[in-house]
Protein backbone atom coordinates (compact mmCIF):
# COMPACT_ATOMS: atom_id res chain seq x y z
CA UNK A 1 0.00 0.00 0.00
CA UNK A 2 1.40 3.41 -0.91
CA UNK A 3 2.07 6.28 1.77
CA UNK A 4 1.27 3.29 4.98
CA UNK A 5 0.69 5.20 7.89
CA UNK A 6 1.51 3.79 11.47
CA UNK A 7 2.54 5.21 14.76
CA UNK A 8 6.04 4.68 16.32
CA UNK A 9 5.19 3.20 19.28
CA UNK A 10 3.46 4.59 22.57
CA UNK A 11 0.18 5.95 22.72
CA UNK A 12 -0.78 8.20 26.17
CA UNK A 13 -2.05 5.97 29.24
CA UNK A 14 -5.22 7.56 30.16
CA UNK A 15 -5.83 7.73 34.15
CA UNK A 16 -7.54 4.46 34.28
CA UNK A 17 -4.39 2.66 32.85
CA UNK A 18 -2.02 4.09 34.80
CA UNK A 19 -3.91 3.12 37.74
CA UNK A 20 -4.17 -0.30 36.69
CA UNK A 21 -0.45 -0.01 35.94
CA UNK A 22 -0.02 0.64 39.80
CA UNK A 23 -2.20 -2.31 40.34
CA UNK A 24 -0.12 -4.85 39.64
CA UNK A 25 1.51 -6.21 42.82
CA UNK A 26 -1.86 -5.81 44.38
CA UNK A 27 -4.32 -7.65 41.96
CA UNK A 28 -3.84 -11.59 41.56
CA UNK A 29 -2.05 -12.42 37.73
CA UNK A 30 -5.17 -13.35 36.18
CA UNK A 31 -7.28 -10.39 37.23
CA UNK A 32 -4.49 -7.87 36.22
CA UNK A 33 -3.88 -10.14 32.76
CA UNK A 34 -7.56 -9.97 32.04
CA UNK A 35 -7.59 -5.97 33.11
CA UNK A 36 -4.65 -5.24 30.84
CA UNK A 37 -5.66 -6.94 27.99
CA UNK A 38 -9.42 -5.93 27.67
CA UNK A 39 -7.53 -2.23 27.83
CA UNK A 40 -4.99 -2.79 24.65
CA UNK A 41 -7.68 -3.87 22.81
CA UNK A 42 -9.21 -0.28 23.20
CA UNK A 43 -5.56 0.75 22.14
CA UNK A 44 -5.81 -1.47 19.12
CA UNK A 45 -8.99 -0.16 18.59
CA UNK A 46 -8.54 3.37 18.58
CA UNK A 47 -5.83 3.54 16.19
CA UNK A 48 -8.22 1.20 13.30
CA UNK A 49 -10.56 3.41 13.86
CA UNK A 50 -8.32 6.16 13.05
CA UNK A 51 -7.28 4.39 9.99
CA UNK A 52 -3.78 3.67 11.27
CA UNK A 53 -2.52 0.70 8.79
CA UNK A 54 0.28 -0.32 11.02
CA UNK A 55 -0.41 -0.51 14.82
CA UNK A 56 0.86 -0.96 18.13
CA UNK A 57 -0.04 -1.95 21.68
CA UNK A 58 0.52 1.12 22.80
CA UNK A 59 3.94 0.23 24.91
CA UNK A 60 0.45 0.23 27.92
CA UNK A 61 1.93 -2.67 29.56
CA UNK A 62 5.69 -1.34 30.19
CA UNK A 63 6.47 1.20 32.50
CA UNK A 64 8.94 2.72 29.92
CA UNK A 65 10.44 1.90 26.57
CA UNK A 66 13.69 1.67 28.29
CA UNK A 67 12.65 -0.41 31.39
CA UNK A 68 11.44 -3.15 29.34
CA UNK A 69 15.07 -4.51 29.18
CA UNK A 70 14.81 -5.54 32.85
CA UNK A 71 11.60 -7.63 32.06
CA UNK A 72 13.87 -9.40 29.78
CA UNK A 73 16.96 -9.92 31.42
CA UNK A 74 18.38 -9.90 34.91
CA UNK A 75 21.44 -7.61 36.50
CA UNK A 76 20.11 -4.41 36.94
CA UNK A 77 18.91 -2.16 40.12
CA UNK A 78 15.76 -0.46 39.70
CA UNK A 79 15.48 2.50 42.11
CA UNK A 80 13.37 5.35 42.76
CA UNK A 81 14.25 8.66 40.88
CA UNK A 82 15.31 11.54 43.01
CA UNK A 83 12.85 13.68 41.17
CA UNK A 84 9.27 13.34 41.62
CA UNK A 85 7.30 12.07 38.49
CA UNK A 86 10.53 11.03 36.64
CA UNK A 87 10.62 7.21 35.42
CA UNK A 88 12.65 4.85 37.82
CA UNK A 89 16.22 4.76 37.70
CA UNK A 90 17.98 0.99 35.88
CA UNK A 91 21.62 0.81 36.63
CA UNK A 92 23.12 -2.33 35.42
CA UNK A 93 24.93 -3.67 38.74
CA UNK A 94 25.71 -7.29 37.57
CA UNK A 95 26.45 -9.54 34.70
CA UNK A 96 22.94 -9.59 32.42
CA UNK A 97 20.97 -12.88 32.15
CA UNK A 98 17.94 -13.81 29.76
CA UNK A 99 15.25 -14.57 31.64
CA UNK A 100 13.25 -17.84 31.22
CA UNK A 101 10.46 -15.84 29.37
CA UNK A 102 10.19 -13.23 27.14
CA UNK A 103 7.98 -10.50 27.98
CA UNK A 104 7.91 -8.77 24.71
CA UNK A 105 7.20 -12.28 22.89
CA UNK A 106 4.46 -12.85 25.14
CA UNK A 107 2.80 -9.62 24.69
CA UNK A 108 3.23 -9.53 20.96
CA UNK A 109 1.65 -13.01 20.28
CA UNK A 110 -1.27 -11.28 22.21
CA UNK A 111 -1.72 -8.84 20.12
CA UNK A 112 -1.36 -10.76 16.95
CA UNK A 113 -4.10 -12.45 18.23
CA UNK A 114 -6.62 -8.98 18.11
CA UNK A 115 -5.69 -7.50 15.04
CA UNK A 116 -5.62 -7.97 11.14
CA UNK A 117 -3.81 -5.17 10.49
CA UNK A 118 -0.19 -5.05 10.55
CA UNK A 119 1.46 -4.85 13.84
CA UNK A 120 4.90 -2.77 15.04
CA UNK A 121 6.33 -3.79 18.16
CA UNK A 122 9.78 -1.43 19.57
CA UNK A 123 12.70 -2.42 21.14
CA UNK A 124 15.64 -0.16 23.01
CA UNK A 125 18.73 -0.13 20.98
CA UNK A 126 21.57 -1.66 22.46
CA UNK A 127 23.56 1.45 22.58
CA UNK A 128 20.86 3.63 24.23
CA UNK A 129 20.56 1.21 27.10
CA UNK A 130 24.52 1.66 27.32
CA UNK A 131 23.72 5.70 27.46
CA UNK A 132 21.37 5.24 29.84
CA UNK A 133 22.07 2.45 32.59
CA UNK A 134 26.13 1.90 32.42
CA UNK A 135 27.56 3.95 35.68
CA UNK A 136 31.19 4.01 35.70
CA UNK A 137 31.15 3.67 39.43
CA UNK A 138 28.69 0.74 39.86
CA UNK A 139 28.45 -0.94 36.31
CA UNK A 140 32.10 -1.55 36.61
CA UNK A 141 32.60 -4.90 38.46
CA UNK A 142 30.08 -5.75 36.15
CA UNK A 143 31.20 -4.56 32.88
CA UNK A 144 34.65 -2.25 33.00
CA UNK A 145 32.95 -0.24 29.79
CA UNK A 146 30.01 1.08 28.51
CA UNK A 147 30.77 -0.92 25.54
CA UNK A 148 31.49 -4.08 27.32
CA UNK A 149 27.69 -4.13 28.31
CA UNK A 150 26.39 -2.54 25.17
CA UNK A 151 28.09 -5.52 23.79
CA UNK A 152 26.27 -8.03 26.39
CA UNK A 153 23.24 -6.25 25.20
CA UNK A 154 23.03 -7.14 21.73
CA UNK A 155 22.47 -11.18 22.64
CA UNK A 156 19.91 -10.37 25.12
CA UNK A 157 17.65 -7.89 22.55
CA UNK A 158 18.31 -10.64 19.42
CA UNK A 159 16.90 -13.69 21.38
CA UNK A 160 13.65 -11.13 21.85
CA UNK A 161 13.64 -10.07 18.11
CA UNK A 162 13.70 -13.44 17.21
CA UNK A 163 10.37 -14.12 19.29
CA UNK A 164 8.83 -11.07 18.30
CA UNK A 165 9.16 -12.57 14.81
CA UNK A 166 8.09 -16.03 15.54
CA UNK A 167 5.16 -14.32 16.96
CA UNK A 168 3.80 -12.80 13.60
CA UNK A 169 5.58 -9.57 14.56
CA UNK A 170 5.44 -7.33 10.57
CA UNK A 171 7.77 -4.75 11.88
CA UNK A 172 10.47 -4.70 14.32
CA UNK A 173 11.33 -1.19 15.21
CA UNK A 174 14.56 -0.20 17.37
CA UNK A 175 14.55 3.02 19.37
CA UNK A 176 17.82 4.98 19.11
CA UNK A 177 17.35 8.47 20.33
CA UNK A 178 21.32 8.11 21.35
CA UNK A 179 22.36 8.37 17.86
CA UNK A 180 19.84 10.73 16.41
CA UNK A 181 21.13 13.55 19.32
CA UNK A 182 24.69 13.20 17.38
CA UNK A 183 22.75 15.81 14.90
CA UNK A 184 22.87 18.49 17.88
CA UNK A 185 26.35 19.80 17.77
CA UNK A 186 26.61 20.51 21.91
CA UNK A 187 25.46 17.19 21.95
CA UNK A 188 28.83 16.28 19.86
CA UNK A 189 31.54 18.50 21.80
CA UNK A 190 30.22 16.23 25.09
CA UNK A 191 32.19 13.56 23.25
CA UNK A 192 36.14 12.85 22.61
CA UNK A 193 35.42 11.47 19.28
CA UNK A 194 31.92 11.70 18.08
CA UNK A 195 32.12 9.87 14.77
CA UNK A 196 33.49 6.82 16.82
CA UNK A 197 30.47 6.74 19.17
CA UNK A 198 28.23 6.70 15.87
CA UNK A 199 30.56 3.95 14.53
CA UNK A 200 30.18 2.06 17.61
CA UNK A 201 26.00 2.57 17.84
CA UNK A 202 25.47 1.32 14.09
CA UNK A 203 28.31 -1.05 14.48
CA UNK A 204 25.83 -2.80 17.19
CA UNK A 205 22.32 -2.41 15.61
CA UNK A 206 23.90 -4.22 12.31
CA UNK A 207 25.18 -7.07 14.84
CA UNK A 208 21.72 -7.25 16.57
CA UNK A 209 19.89 -7.63 13.05
CA UNK A 210 22.51 -9.38 11.52
CA UNK A 211 21.23 -12.31 9.27
CA UNK A 212 17.43 -11.11 10.46
CA UNK A 213 15.00 -11.38 6.85
CA UNK A 214 11.99 -9.67 8.44
CA UNK A 215 11.36 -6.00 8.01
CA UNK A 216 13.37 -3.75 10.70
CA UNK A 217 13.20 -0.44 11.13
CA UNK A 218 15.07 2.16 13.08
CA UNK A 219 13.43 5.46 14.85
CA UNK A 220 16.03 8.46 15.13
CA UNK A 221 14.22 10.46 18.00
CA UNK A 222 15.56 13.95 18.75
CA UNK A 223 13.71 13.74 22.09
CA UNK A 224 15.99 11.80 24.67
CA UNK A 225 14.99 12.85 28.20
CA UNK A 226 11.72 14.40 27.32
CA UNK A 227 8.89 13.80 30.09
CA UNK A 228 5.98 13.72 27.79
CA UNK A 229 6.16 14.27 24.12
CA UNK A 230 6.85 17.90 23.06
CA UNK A 231 8.53 19.47 25.76
CA UNK A 232 11.93 19.00 24.87
CA UNK A 233 14.01 18.16 21.56
CA UNK A 234 17.22 18.65 20.01
CA UNK A 235 18.23 20.80 17.18
CA UNK A 236 20.39 19.85 13.82
CA UNK A 237 19.46 19.02 10.65
CA UNK A 238 20.82 15.37 9.71
CA UNK A 239 23.85 16.07 7.41
CA UNK A 240 26.62 14.85 10.00
CA UNK A 241 24.86 11.69 10.44
CA UNK A 242 24.36 10.70 6.82
CA UNK A 243 27.42 8.77 6.29
CA UNK A 244 26.58 6.54 9.65
CA UNK A 245 23.04 5.77 8.81
CA UNK A 246 23.92 4.97 5.13
CA UNK A 247 25.93 1.57 7.05
CA UNK A 248 22.91 0.69 8.74
CA UNK A 249 20.90 -2.76 7.63
CA UNK A 250 17.72 -2.14 8.39
CA UNK A 251 14.82 -1.74 5.51
CA UNK A 252 13.31 1.27 7.15
CA UNK A 253 14.39 5.18 8.38
CA UNK A 254 12.13 6.78 11.07
CA UNK A 255 12.81 10.42 10.42
CA UNK A 256 11.64 13.21 12.45
CA UNK A 257 10.97 16.21 10.37
CA UNK A 258 8.25 18.39 11.95
CA UNK A 259 10.64 20.06 15.09
CA UNK A 260 12.07 23.13 14.55
CA UNK A 261 16.02 22.78 13.54
CA UNK A 262 15.40 19.57 11.91
CA UNK A 263 16.51 20.61 8.31
CA UNK A 264 14.80 20.02 4.91
CA UNK A 265 13.70 17.13 3.57
CA UNK A 266 16.32 17.32 0.88
CA UNK A 267 18.46 15.07 3.41
CA UNK A 268 16.18 12.44 2.33
CA UNK A 269 18.33 12.05 -1.29
CA UNK A 270 21.94 11.56 0.15
CA UNK A 271 20.38 8.41 1.83
CA UNK A 272 20.89 5.59 0.49
CA UNK A 273 17.88 4.76 -2.15
CA UNK A 274 17.27 1.00 -0.46
CA UNK A 275 16.11 2.59 2.61
CA UNK A 276 12.17 3.40 3.07
CA UNK A 277 11.37 6.33 4.99
CA UNK A 278 9.29 6.84 7.51
CA UNK A 279 8.30 10.54 7.54
CA UNK A 280 7.67 12.03 10.97
CA UNK A 281 4.90 14.35 9.42
CA UNK A 282 2.76 14.53 12.31
CA UNK A 283 3.72 17.01 15.42
CA UNK A 284 3.51 15.25 18.94
CA UNK A 285 3.76 18.28 20.72
CA UNK A 286 1.08 19.20 23.29
CA UNK A 287 -1.58 20.82 22.25
CA UNK A 288 -0.75 20.94 18.43
CA UNK A 289 -2.94 19.51 15.96
CA UNK A 290 -1.25 19.43 12.46
CA UNK A 291 -4.63 19.78 9.86
CA UNK A 292 -4.58 17.65 7.12
CA UNK A 293 -3.60 19.60 4.29
CA UNK A 294 -0.18 20.56 6.23
CA UNK A 295 0.72 16.79 6.61
CA UNK A 296 0.18 16.48 2.73
CA UNK A 297 2.47 19.50 2.28
CA UNK A 298 5.14 17.84 4.14
CA UNK A 299 4.57 14.47 2.60
CA UNK A 300 4.38 16.12 -1.07
CA UNK A 301 7.44 17.71 -0.19
CA UNK A 302 9.37 14.53 0.83
CA UNK A 303 8.43 13.43 -2.71
CA UNK A 304 10.65 15.86 -4.59
CA UNK A 305 13.32 13.44 -3.19
CA UNK A 306 12.19 9.75 -3.13
CA UNK A 307 10.36 7.50 -4.75
CA UNK A 308 6.65 7.23 -3.73
CA UNK A 309 6.57 3.75 -2.56
CA UNK A 310 9.59 4.52 -0.30
CA UNK A 311 7.48 6.74 1.85
CA UNK A 312 5.20 5.93 4.59
CA UNK A 313 3.88 8.71 7.40
CA UNK A 314 3.84 8.72 11.01
CA UNK A 315 3.77 11.14 13.92
CA UNK A 316 7.60 11.85 14.57
CA UNK A 317 7.63 10.06 18.09
CA UNK A 318 5.68 8.43 20.13
CA UNK A 319 3.21 9.87 22.29
CA UNK A 320 3.81 9.48 25.91
CA UNK A 321 7.63 8.46 26.85
CA UNK A 322 6.66 6.92 30.07
CA UNK A 323 3.24 5.86 32.13
CA UNK A 324 4.12 9.40 34.33
CA UNK A 325 3.35 11.24 30.95
CA UNK A 326 -0.27 12.45 30.88
CA UNK A 327 -1.18 13.14 27.39
CA UNK A 328 -4.71 13.70 26.32
CA UNK A 329 -5.73 10.71 24.31
CA UNK A 330 -8.74 12.40 22.87
CA UNK A 331 -6.24 14.97 21.21
CA UNK A 332 -4.06 12.34 19.96
CA UNK A 333 -6.85 10.24 18.27
CA UNK A 334 -7.37 13.14 16.49
CA UNK A 335 -3.91 13.78 14.90
CA UNK A 336 -4.04 10.04 13.82
CA UNK A 337 -7.24 10.74 11.96
CA UNK A 338 -5.85 13.73 10.21
CA UNK A 339 -2.66 11.68 9.45
CA UNK A 340 -4.81 8.70 7.93
CA UNK A 341 -6.76 11.74 5.88
CA UNK A 342 -3.84 13.23 4.49
CA UNK A 343 -2.50 9.70 3.20
CA UNK A 344 -6.07 8.99 1.71
CA UNK A 345 -5.10 11.77 -0.24
CA UNK A 346 -1.89 11.21 -1.13
CA UNK A 347 -3.66 7.89 -2.35
CA UNK A 348 -5.76 9.70 -4.77
CA UNK A 349 -3.11 11.98 -5.79
CA UNK A 350 -0.18 9.26 -7.02
CA UNK A 351 -2.27 6.21 -7.59
Known amino acids: MLFQTS???????PAFVRDLLSLKDSLSSSTYNERLENVIRFAIALQETAGIDVVSDGEWRRISYLGVITEL?????????????????ITVTDTIRPKSTDFLAKEATFTRSITKGKLKVALPSPGLLGERMWNPERSRDAYPTRESFVEACVPILRRSLELLIKAGVDIVQIDDPHLCLLVDEHVRSSYLNPEAAAEFDVAMINRLIEGISAYTSVHL??????????DLHF??????????????????????????GSGDASVLSTLRQDFDIALGCLSVHHGLIDAPELILDRAKEALKYIDTRRLSLTPDCGFAPSATAIVSLDEVYEKLCNLSIAAKQLRSMYT
Open 221 to 230: CRRAGARSRG
Open 235 to 260: KGPYEWLIPFLNKLNVRQLAMEFTPE
Open 7 to 13: VIGSLPR
Open 73 to 89: ANGFTVEPHPLPGRPLM
